[in-house]
């Protein structure tokens, strides 16, 4: 396939329709040209009428049009008879997409040339159009944003795929802090439109939900089952294109949106009830109105289960649709198709796709069983109990009274042969059963999960063994084989091409420009630069540059000034206890002790920053943001303590935000109790923007240390197998709070309301729990934490020795590429090659 990148020639992918040079062309030239039409047909205004608003619709559209051909050919490659690619579904309840101007111009090659065209134009400021998109925020933190980084990759790889999710009319909502506390704002992200993505009315599947069973005998005289629903949704796909970096692949996301089946329910509108049709209406399309945060409480959650169900089911049906345009029969749907979970979310695919095989198109149970189990795989991300999905057994019931019958069936035949093999061993079956029997019985949907597929991941190589050793550690006696480990990874085109253009020109001046595609093997080439004094100057340039921008970014949202010289030393990432903000908070507080009583002429600036948002339900993590702005307050305000300690709450982290934070990072904060956070994923963020990670020995921090060198890593805190065995033997927090003057001075400040206008009440509850129960074992490491923060300071004050670290742990983290990630998916669980050879 003859196939031009970046060239201002104009030539593009050969298109089996002639396109004018203005739809496909790449230099500045035909996009200027096309800037005017577009602006002129789709929008309706002269360039002396438009507003800002105006232009980026326009360039959106112009860049959209530049995808199609690539888009369209893709698609056939799953559309097509005698096509013979296996494709990837990647089924997933959020994708964090980003904002998609700045990173489809990176893809396609055509930064420069949009700049050019646009000062053809008069538009000399492509960044206030960058700022101008909204960026849809369809999910709550990593795992969305490890989808969007995973469709990037396959994309880029090369491999066929599509990303099925949610089309949520509101994504996660917006934060504003007020008085220190979080406030909720409506994320109304598609107010003014959305560019990127086009709806394919005429792609629409029913849903249907709740009812009743009944049994029949069909033609051929079978027993078969059949689902007389109460009602029936319709799923509508709005398709948006993904384009791989400089190569000819563009897959895309498909995400449902819900609507009423039918317009107006007849009968009611035969009787003259128009309201109550139209309030059929909706109901029908709030399945898809709101993305959940995390860390709710899930159960009674009905609305929840029917957004899983429902996005599932669109999913399923649309695969087989496919795979019958392409003239393949059923029984190969597992040749065609490799579906991944990512997490539990979507694990109702296991029995909805025995479903559709067996009711709806009346396959053998058992190779319907071979074709689900064969065709999915399964990713865990947490072993938090708390965040593993069970749903009550009646709430289950009366939405899919179906699949709760065919679950029956699996976990009927699965304990069956776990007998046969485990004899006498009813423990064994009880722990492994689909169904959790005591207290009000429950569906366990991780087991449902592992049980239907043939593969069953963790994201880290530390989580992965806690997965084999605790949660699913029956599993793992019963199936060892269907165990894999593939650790998390993220994108560079993104994470440091997009947000990070300085040290992107750099690496490419020195290494060539091959590394965005092959992370894995050509980043490493910078280690011998690591001690070039000069690179060492232009890399310390870049990242002052870039602390200086974020500087800005943070005078203009809070209004508090920060020193672009000092140590900036940041966690970003949801709040969440077991992620430890006020393990900070602790440090900050100390050291406000410190430099209150003795000269802070020693001392080396730092500039801590803080971004995240708390599940709007979760009053402790709530309470950790009000903290964290209180000491803030007090902190920026002594006149002498803010001359070298500054602390700040960045509202309303997002990925648009992100990127200006991981690039001016100094020091990454990844300090989880140990055994908690399953991988993360800013921890690679910041390592490959140049920060150093201060870190606990938990998710893929272990793997990074290991990567980048454990003398370039600022490791404390205790061993996910310490953490264990320090609860087994009765934990008490009070002990350490009693014994360790430093850590009771800052915890007894926090207590006599210092921070809270004398109101000792406010912080009382987070107080005693970390007295009391510590669950998440602050106080266990609060001492190695302060030690390690002076080790800190101490090697920040060698700007030459911090600068060499910065740079090994650039080039020594191409690991943590997601396409790394892809390229395991593919060879150990999806068994998905390229459609074009992968010469990488
Ligand atoms: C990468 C990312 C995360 C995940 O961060 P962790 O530190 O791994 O928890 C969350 N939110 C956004 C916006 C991100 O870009």
């Known amino acids: 396939m003859g196939f031009a990148i970046a060239s201002d020639s104009g030539a593009s992918a050969p ?17 200027a040209t096309a800037l005017i039409e577009n602006l002129y047909c789709l929008l309706g205004k002269l360039p002396q009428h438009a507003t800002r608003n105006d232009w980026y619709m326009c360039l959106a559209y112009t860049v959209r049009d530049r995808m199609m051909e690539r888009y369209v050919a893709t698609l056939a490659s799953i559309t097509e008879t005698n096509t013979a690619a296996k494709a990837v579904a990647y089924l997933s309840a959020e994708f964090l997409t980003g904002p998609h101007l700045g990173n489809s111009l990176v893809n396609l090659g055509i930064w420069q040339a949009v700049e050019e065209a646009l000062s053809r134009v008069g538009q000399d400021d492509l960044s206030s159009l960058l700022d101008q998109e909204e960026e849809p925020g369809l999910g709550n933190g990593g795992l969305g944003r490890l989808a969007a980084c995973y469709m990037d990759s396959l994309a880029t790889l090369n491999v066929p795929a599509i990303g099925y999710g949610i089309r949520y009319e509101f994504g996660i909502f917006d934060q504003a802090i007020r008085d220190g506390w979080q406030v909720e704002l409506t994320d109304k992200w598609l107010r003014f439109g959305n560019p990127w993505e086009i709806v394919r009315s005429e792609i629409t599947f029913d849903v249907k939900l709740g009812g009743r ?4 005998y069909d033609e051929a005289g079978r027993y078969r089952m059949r689902w007389l629903s109460e009602k029936v949704v319709k799923g509508v796909a709005y398709d948006t294109p993904v384009p791989g970096y400089r190569v000819p692949t563009t897959n895309l996301l498909r995400l449902w949106k819900a609507e009423a089946a039918e317009s107006f329910d007849f009968e009611a509108f035969n009787v003259g009830d128009y309201y109550r049709a139209v309030d059929e209406k909706i109901a029908s399309e709030t399945i898809s109105k709101v993305l959940y945060p995390n860390d709710e409480p899930e159960a009674g959650k009905q609305l929840r289960l029917a957004q899983q169900y429902f996005f599932v089911s669109c999913s399923l049906q649309d695969m087989i649709r496919l795979l019958i345009m392409r003239g393949k029969p059923l029984d190969e749907f597992h040749s065609y198709w490799a579906a991944q979970l990512n997490d539990t979310h979507p694990s109702i695919a296991v029995a909805e796709l025995m479903r559709l095989l067996v009711d709806e198109h009346a396959m053998e149970w058992d190779q319907a069983w071979a074709i689900t189990q ?6 865990n991300h947490t072993l938090l109990a708390e965040a593993l999905e069970r749903w009550p057994l009646p709430l289950f019931a009366r939405l899919l009274p179906r699949h709760l019958e065919i679950i029956y069936e699996i976990n009927r035949r699965f304990l069956n042969d776990i007998r046969l093999r485990y004899p006498g061993d009813d423990q064994l079956l009880q722990r492994l059963s689909l169904i959790d029997e005591a207290g009000g019985k429950h569906m366990r949907m991780a087991h449902l999960a592992s049980v239907g597929s043939h593969a069953i991941n963790g994201v880290a190589a530390l989580h992965t063994e806690l997965l084999k050793q605790t949660l699913l550690s029956d599993f793992h006696r019963v199936a060892p084989e269907k165990f894999f480990n593939v650790t998390n990874g993220v994108t560079p085109r993104r994470w440091i091409a997009l947000s990070n253009p300085n040290l992107s020109a750099l690496i490419t001046r020195k290494i060539g420009d091959r590394w ?11 280690e011998p630069l690591a001690i070039d004094g000069d690179f060492q100057k232009e890399w310390q340039a870049i990242k002052a540059d870039n602390k200086r921008v974020l500087a800005g970014l943070i005078k203009e949202r809070t209004g508090i000034i920060i020193e672009p010289h000092s140590l900036f030393d940041i966690q970003v990432k949801r709040l969440h206890e077991y992620k430890r903000q006020h393990l900070n908070v602790l440090y900050l507080v100390t050291l406000f002790n410190k430099l209150r009583r003795v000269s802070s002429a020693a001392e080396i600036p730092r500039t801590v920053i803080f971004g995240g948002k708390a599940a709007p339900g979760y009053r402790m993590a709530k309470l950790i943001i009000k903290l964290i702005n209180s000491v803030a307050a007090a902190i920026n305000q002594d006149p002498v303590v803010s001359q070298v300690l500054k602390v700040v709450f960045l509202p309303d982290f997002n990925v648009k935000t992100s990127h200006h934070v991981y690039p001016a990072a100094d020091l990454s904060e990844q300090i989880s109790t140990a055994g908690k956070e399953a991988s993360g994923t800013g921890n690679m963020k910041f390592a490959m923007n140049g920060a150093l990670t201060i870190g606990t020995l938990d998710g893929a921090n272990v ?3 290991d990567a980048v060198g454990h003398e370039n890593f600022f490791l404390f805190g205790l061993t996910a197998a310490e953490v264990e065995r320090l609860k087994a033997e009765a934990y008490t927090p009070r002990s350490i709070y009693d014994s360790n003057a430093e850590l009771r001075e800052a915890i007894d400040l926090i207590s006599s309301g210092f921070f809270s206008n004398g109101d000792r009440g406010l912080f009382q ?4 729990s970390l007295i009391t129960r510590d669950d998440y074992m602050l106080l266990a490491d609060y001492q190695a934490y302060v030690e390690c923060q002076q080790r800190v300071s101490q090697a920040y004050s060698d700007q030459n020795a911090w600068t060499r670290m910065s740079i090994l742990n650039c080039a020594r983290v191409g690991r943590f590429s997601s396409d790394r990630s892809i390229r395991e998916y593919c060879r150990d669980i999806w068994n998905v090659r390229p459609i074009v050879p992968d010469e990488r």
């Open 15 to 31: 298109s089996p329709i002639a396109l004018t040079n203005v739809r496909t062309g790449l230099g500045a030239d035909a996009i």
């Open 213 to 216: 069973t009944e049994p029949y």
């Open 374 to 379: 064969q065709t999915c795989g399964y990713t």
């Open 516 to 526: 965005l595609a092959d992370l894995e093997h050509e980043l490493e080439h910078l």
């Open 703 to 705: 793997e990074i240390r």
């Open 765 to 768: 509850s987070l107080v005693e």
